[in-house]
């Protein structure tokens, strides 16, 4: 889980304006360790935007921009653009290069004092300019109640449809069980470092954030077969839990890396959840 005293003002701002832009798309930032250094990566629905990690995650100009290098003195930074000013991951890579100018980064302070300024404006001018309440009318009164009727009906025909349902998935449970048991996947068949490279090379990423290109793919998979071994070379750990048969759960525990990897398998595949950071002995 990610620690929101620990991200920055600058990244604060960033998140808080993505969720007012688009609430439904679950945009969060997580800290990890990449072999001691501390990275941020910005996430879309559970879902990392880019493979690489960022120093720091901006919005700069109405887009939000993962820092990958500043200067000594922190005023001048480059990056990728990681979300348009619509709200919508960027998926362009000609120009998605971009130099930021940190002073004018908008933090988390300013992005606050900037609400409070705008809500008490449009306050005082609603104060102001609030029309005149009109009575309703019997018309009125007459259509709101034949909607009001109609919207009992609608509920009561969803009820009855779900109703139906909730009795055709009962009957239908047993056979589900059977099927999702019988094709469980052994814990045998759990191959970790398989499916650590498997992550490494971001094939649980969207294809729009896949690598293109033959040779581009064979440098993701050499890079993430070197960062396996690497991160694996102390030593791993591997637990399977299983769930009543239908379906087993493996967490992969890598010390070096400071994470832990979630698998979950049912139907006869392995598919990858998610990870977290592990935490450390001082903490």
Known sequence: MTNQRQLSPRTVAALNHLRRLKP??????????????????????????HDEGFLDIVLYERRVIGIQ????????????V??????????????SRITVNMTDVLTSNSAAASSS???????????YNAPPTNPLSNVDNENILQYGMMG??????????????????FLLLPLLYFYASSNCPSSESFDAKKELKRVMRGAHLPEEQQPK????????RLAASI????????????????????ARVSAVKVPVAGQE????????RWQYIGQRELRSNND
């Open 261 to 268: 990897f979630y698998w979950i398998g049912i139907i006869n």
């Open 213 to 220: 290109g033959w040779v581009e793919q064979k440098l993701n």
């Open 24 to 49: 439904l798309d679950g945009y969060a930032a997580e800290i990890y360790n990449n072999f001691g250094k501390e990275l941020i990566r910005l996430k879309r629905r559970n879902v990392s935007l």
């Open 117 to 127: 300024t705008s809500r008490s404006s449009s306050g005082s001018s609603a104060a």
């Open 227 to 246: 960062s396996t071994e690497l991160a694996t070379s102390l030593g791993y750990e591997v637990r399977v839990t299983d769930y009543f048969g239908v």
């Open 152 to 169: 009992l009906a609608a509920l009561l025909v969803l009820k009855i449809v779900v109703n139906a349902l909730s009795s055709l998935a």
């Open 82 to 95: 990681l979300v348009n000013e619509d709200g919508n991951p960027c998926t362009s890579r000609d120009d």
């Open 69 to 80: 290098i500043l200067t000594s003195s922190g005023n001048v930074g480059r990056g990728l």
